[in-house]
């Protein structure tokens, strides 16, 4: 890593090796870390997986096999995870519902990063009764109950896969927003803010080039956590029936299948929930391993 | 002509629950193109926020008054737009600690030559061309390589002078130090303030330099303005100043710099430093009187109930003092 050829090795002054960033250093440490680097590579190959694997596989996630209904879980035969009644391969359909799941964490956690990092930095930055206004309209859409909300969206205007993202992303941009309000109020205290207004930049000029760089360690923290928090939400609203829709699946609507036949097939249950519960866990610990290695940034 | 003229400038800070505090009163001086102006005091004593209020850096609940004229605009009634065209293109700025001044997630290269683009419009290539000679300017060697660094990579003096040369770029006319070698090493101080010398001499940049240090002043001022508890109690020429302080609290300051002799060229060791005993006002405690008189040898019944006004000193031009005590007396206190 530290062999890349630059300029400053070629012209053989004093400075032989490579300039890291604060960024760069943090990632370093968290290379160091054992059980946080274990659990990237566990959640690299999940969502790899997901996204490869249906494809890969010869199974159609909606295709069913009829000589092998309600299989359970078998190394010998073609179905690793068993089948359902309708003789689905669980294996595809838990890597498809995976896709979904993890698009739908992805995605909404980059839409409520953004929506919250901005939000969040303007108000905490301008201050005073802007400050005031804005984190009061927060505090309002945090009374507004948002299982209401999502299902008066699918009930009317339908359950399609963007409505699920945004309804969701709509409400989990609020944490951030505090989160990084908070940073942001320490951080225009600090000298370089004020060395920067004596330069003349202006307000959004420091908010977008001095503060929001400044917030990028915590903002990749706690998106780790909204990560899994979407995720289970997206879990819950399928459960309930208000999730995506068949023959889309995701790891809520296998577990809501799989609850109503524990008794008779349990694996349908448990594997979805198994991969729902490692993947938690993976993206935890990494979080983890981030919120350890940025610990130390001012080095 | 006077490049920057201040008059009778005044800062108050509202307090929710409590009076307002008046951290800056009656403040006047004049800059003229390519002097230094030392401004001297302790803590607290209103010399930082004399200066933020000039690029209007003060915090949300602080309020000027009187003016400050830089090139016929008065800078405390600027709208923020038309404050940001002046500061940092204009008027520079070095703060106090370059360990906190510098964005640690920015190259150097970025933080130095946003200045440039802003004001000049320089393409990135030319106002990366112009940062590196500026940084060998200020000595910093290898500056082609080291300008994509980041700020840690620097230590305290060289982080000190890139944020001089950062100040710089655009040739301000005015060049505002608050406190440039607190933070950093005697021998890194003393290179500054070469370099501050330096760069005065050759670029013609006016200085306000703010210290709590005499020695700095007396290294770099051609005036100095002594303030306490938020006031001017002398203003003379440095020469003056340092050969004939006018004012007890001027001479207690200079007094209380250690020296490895003595004026007789003796040196005692063991002699204990000299101080000025008490402590300056709580900010926002009314005073009376002259807010130096609990701490003044000198101070007699009248010190404590009437406030000295800033007067001409007779027989100096440019010397301005404020104190009830007849100059002649200053003598007498003993050294």
Same mark, same amino acid.
């Given at each position: 890593?530290?062999? *890349?050829?630059?300029?400053?090795? =070629?012209?053989?002054?004093?400075?032989?090796?490579?300039?890291?960033?604060?960024? +760069?250093?943090?990632?370093?440490?968290?290379? #160091?870390?054992?059980?946080?680097?274990?659990?990237?590579?566990?959640?690299?190959?999940?969502?790899?997986?997901?996204?490869?694997?249906?494809?890969?596989?010869?199974?159609?996630?909606?295709?069913?096999?009829? *000589?092998?209904? *309600?299989?359970?879980?078998?190394?010998?035969?073609?179905?690793?995870?068993?089948?359902?009644?309708?003789?689905?391969?669980?294996?595809? &359909?838990?890597?498809?519902?995976?896709?979904? /799941?993890?698009?739908?964490?992805?995605?909404?956690?980059?839409? /409520?990063?953004?929506?919250?990092?901005?939000?969040?930095?303007?108000?905490?930055?301008?201050?005073?009764? =802007?400050?005031?206004?804005?984190?009061?309209?927060?505090?309002?859409?945090?009374?507004?109950?948002?299982?209401?909300?999502?299902?008066?969206?699918?009930?009317?205007?339908? &359950?399609?896969?963007?409505?699920?993202?945004?309804?969701?992303?709509?409400? /989990?941009?609020?944490?951030?927003?505090?989160?990084? #309000?908070?940073?942001?109020?320490?951080? &225009?205290? #600090?000298?370089?803010?004020?060395?920067?207004?004596?330069?003349?930049?202006?307000?959004?000029?420091?908010?977008?080039?001095?503060?929001?760089?400044?917030?990028?360690?915590?903002?990749?923290?706690?998106?780790?956590?909204?990560?899994?928090?979407?995720?289970?939400?997206?879990?819950?609203?399928?459960?309930?029936?208000?999730?995506?829709?068949?023959?889309? =699946? *995701?790891?809520?609507?296998?577990?809501?299948?799989?609850?109503?036949?524990?008794?008779?097939?349990?694996?349908?249950?448990?594997?979805?929930?198994?991969?729902?519960?490692? =993947?938690?866990?993976?993206?935890?610990?990494?979080?983890?391993?981030?919120?350890?290695?940025?610990?130390?940034? +001012? #080095? | 002509?006077? @490049?920057?003229?201040?008059?009778?400038?005044?800062?108050?800070?509202?307090?929710?629950?409590?009076?307002?505090?008046?951290?800056?009163?009656?403040?006047?001086?004049?800059?003229?193109?390519?002097?230094?102006?030392?401004?001297?005091?302790?803590?607290?004593?209103?010399?930082?926020?004399?200066?933020?209020?000039?690029?209007?850096?003060?915090?949300?609940?602080?309020?000027?008054?009187?003016?400050?004229?830089?090139?016929?605009?008065?800078?405390?009634?600027?709208?923020?737009? $038309?404050?940001?065209?002046?500061?940092?293109?204009?008027?520079?700025?070095?703060?106090?600690?370059?360990?906190?001044?510098?964005?640690?997630?920015?190259?150097?290269?970025?933080?130095?030559?946003?200045?440039?683009?802003?004001?000049?419009?320089?393409?990135?290539?030319?106002?990366?061309?112009?940062?590196? $000679?500026?940084?060998?300017?200020?000595?910093?060697?290898?500056?082609?390589?080291?300008?994509?660094?980041?700020?840690?990579?620097?230590?305290?003096?060289?982080?000190?002078?890139?944020?001089?040369?950062?100040?710089?770029?655009? $040739?301000?006319?005015?060049?505002?130090?608050?406190?440039?070698?607190?933070?950093?090493?005697?021998?890194?101080?003393?290179?500054?303030?070469?370099?501050?010398?330096?760069?005065?001499?050759?670029?013609?940049?006016? !200085?306000?330099?703010?210290?709590?240090?005499?020695?700095?002043?007396?290294?770099?001022?051609?005036?100095?303005?002594?303030?306490?508890?938020?006031?001017?109690?002398?203003?003379?020429?440095?020469?003056?100043?340092?050969?004939?302080?006018?004012?007890?609290?001027?001479?207690? @300051?200079?007094?209380? @710099?250690?020296?490895?002799?003595?004026?007789?060229?003796?040196?005692? !060791?063991?002699?204990?430093?000299?101080?000025?005993?008490?402590?300056?006002?709580?900010?926002?405690?009314?005073?009376?009187?002259?807010?130096?008189?609990?701490?003044?040898?000198?101070?007699?019944?009248?010190?404590?109930?009437?406030?000295?006004?800033? $007067?001409?000193?007779?027989?100096?031009?440019?010397?301005?003092?404020?104190?009830?005590?007849?100059?002649?007396?200053?003598?007498?206190?003993?050294?």
């Amino acid at each position: 890593m530290n062999t *890349s050829p630059t300029t400053a090795a =070629t012209t053989a002054t004093a400075a032989p090796r490579r300039s890291r960033s604060p960024l +760069e250093l943090a990632f370093r440490q968290f290379l #160091r870390n054992r059980a946080a680097l274990a659990s990237l590579v566990i959640l690299g190959i999940i969502i790899i997986a997901c996204f490869v694997g249906p494809l890969l596989l010869s199974n159609d996630p909606a295709a069913s096999d009829w *000589s092998a209904i *309600s299989m359970p879980p078998t190394l010998l035969g073609q179905h690793w995870f068993g089948t359902d009644e309708l003789g689905r391969d669980l294996l595809v &359909r838990t890597l498809a519902g995976g896709r979904v /799941s993890l698009e739908v964490g992805l995605l909404g956690t980059l839409v /409520s990063g953004l929506i919250g990092v901005a939000w969040g930095a303007t108000a905490g930055y301008i201050g005073g009764r =802007t400050d005031a206004v804005m984190m009061r309209i927060v505090d309002m859409m945090y009374a507004i109950p948002y299982m209401l909300i999502a299902i008066l969206m699918m009930t009317l205007l339908g &359950r399609e896969f963007y409505l699920v993202v945004l309804t969701i992303s709509a409400f /989990s941009w609020l944490d951030m927003a505090r989160v990084v #309000r908070g940073q942001t109020l320490s951080l &225009r205290t #600090r000298e370089f803010i004020d060395a920067a207004r004596a330069t003349g930049v202006s307000t959004p000029g420091i908010i977008l080039r001095h503060i929001v760089p400044n917030l990028l360690g915590v903002v990749v923290v706690y998106a780790t956590v909204t990560v899994p928090g979407i995720v289970l939400t997206e879990s819950v609203l399928s459960f309930l029936g208000l999730g995506v829709q068949e023959p889309m =699946t *995701s790891w809520g609507v296998l577990i809501n299948d799989g609850a109503q036949k524990l008794e008779s097939m349990p694996w349908l249950l448990l594997c979805p929930a198994v991969m729902l519960c490692v =993947t938690l866990y993976c993206v935890n610990f990494v979080g983890d391993g981030l919120r350890d290695a940025l610990d130390t940034k +001012e #080095r | 002509m006077a @490049l920057l003229e201040v008059k009778d400038l005044g800062v108050r800070f509202t307090r929710r629950d409590a009076s307002p505090v008046d951290a800056v009163q009656r403040v006047s001086f004049t800059l003229e193109k390519g002097k230094t102006l030392g401004i001297v005091g302790e803590s607290g004593s209103g010399k930082s926020q004399t200066v933020m209020a000039l690029l209007g850096l003060l915090p949300g609940n602080g309020q000027t008054s009187g003016e400050a004229l830089y090139a016929g605009r008065n800078l405390l009634t600027l709208s923020q737009r $038309e404050l940001n065209q002046i500061r940092g293109d204009r008027i520079g700025m070095v703060f106090q600690d370059p360990m906190t001044s510098l964005n640690p997630f920015l190259t150097v290269e970025r933080q130095m030559t946003e200045a440039l683009q802003l004001h000049r419009g320089v393409s990135r290539r030319d106002a990366r061309r112009q940062a590196i $000679e500026a940084l060998q300017r200020v000595w910093i060697p290898d500056a082609a390589q080291r300008i994509d660094r980041y700020p840690h990579e620097f230590s305290g003096g060289m982080r000190q002078r890139v944020t001089i040369a950062t100040a710089l770029l655009t $040739e301000p006319e005015i060049l505002i130090a608050d406190e440039p070698t607190t933070a950093l090493d005697v021998t890194v101080q003393a290179q500054i303030i070469e370099l501050l010398r330096e760069l005065n001499r050759d670029l013609g940049t006016a !200085i306000i330099l703010i210290t709590h240090d005499m020695g700095v002043v007396a290294g770099l001022a051609d005036d100095v303005m002594v303030m306490y508890a938020g006031r001017t109690v002398e203003r003379a020429s440095a020469q003056a100043l340092f050969e004939n302080p006018t004012h007890p609290y001027t001479r207690g @300051l200079l007094d209380a @710099l250690p020296r490895l002799d003595d004026a007789d060229g003796s040196h005692d !060791i063991d002699a204990p430093l000299r101080t000025i005993a008490g402590n300056p006002p709580a900010p926002g405690e009314a005073i009376e009187g002259c807010a130096f008189a609990p701490r003044c040898a000198l101070a007699k019944d009248r010190c404590h109930t009437t406030r000295p006004e800033l $007067e001409a000193i007779a027989g100096q031009p440019d010397g301005w003092r404020a104190c009830l005590r007849p100059v002649g007396e200053m003598m007498e206190v003993v050294r």
